[in-house]
């Protein structure tokens, strides 16, 4: 059992990485571990919002139930009308925990926001006159094809793309599992190739966001 971590200010913690790296898994670990964080969750947030109402009158008390069917991540009403609004919607909800002095732990991969620099652009202007630390853990595997087979493994729809060749050559060209742009920030590095290194990754994550 490890020891709950106090931090002294609001911190943004952003747990990235790419896809099958066992991002959700340690996020939910760092927001057991430390007091007063809260789970900001980007699939959980698109999964809201991946459906259209039904037709009928405002009085039919069935439509706040989602259909059966969500809109396909993608199509064009996706990248139009959730994907960007998903990134802003994680973006005010740690804005709102950090206002209340919560740490906000975002579980997103970021990878190719990073590269374009949305935290220098988007995040960081979007926190202007917010008092908060950055922290920003970086899961990582030796290889593209560990993520790859833990991609196929759990067979979720949302990757369904990804075991297609060409869309995985794509995939790593837009999100180097290192992108070199992370250099420009605090941050820390940990392989995760192997899960049964968690409990050390854990432990170095924690230390880190202490320092």
């Known amino acids: 059992m490890v020891a709950e971590t106090c931090l002294t200010k609001p911190t943004l913690i952003m747990v990235i990485g790419s896809n099958g790296i066992g991002k959700s898994v340690f996020a ?12 900001i969750e980007k ?3 698109n999964q809201a919002f991946l459906w259209s109402s039904r037709d009928g009158e405002l009085t039919d008390i069935t439509r706040y139930l989602p ?11 996706y990248r ?3 994907l960007f609004q998903s990134y802003h919607c994680m973006l005010m909800m740690a804005k709102q925990s950090l206002l ?15 590269r374009w620099g949305y935290l220098e652009t988007v995040l960081i202007p979007q926190l202007t006159g917010v008092k908060y630390a950055l922290k920003i853990i970086l899961l990582y595997a030796s290889s593209p094809e560990i993520v790859r087979a833990r991609i196929a493994q ?11 060749d060409e869309q995985w050559k794509r995939l790593l060209e837009e999100q180097s599992l290192i992108p070199t742009e992370i250099e420009k920030h605090d941050h820390i590095k940990l392989d995760n190739s192997d899960f049964a290194s968690a409990d050390a990754n854990l432990a ?8």
């Open 28 to 39: 939910k670990r760092i927001v057991r571990s430390v007091t007063n964080s809260v789970y």
């Open 43 to 45: 699939d959980l947030i």
């Open 67 to 77: 259909p059966q069917e969500l809109i396909g991540r993608n199509t064009p009403y």
């Open 80 to 82: 139009n009308h959730i």
């Open 100 to 114: 209340l002095d919560k740490h906000p732990v975002l579980d997103c991969t970021y990878l190719r926001e990073l």
């Open 154 to 164: 759990r067979g979720a729809q949302r990757d369904a793309c990804l075991i297609d």
């Open 204 to 211: 170095a994550a924690l230390a880190y966001l202490r320092s």
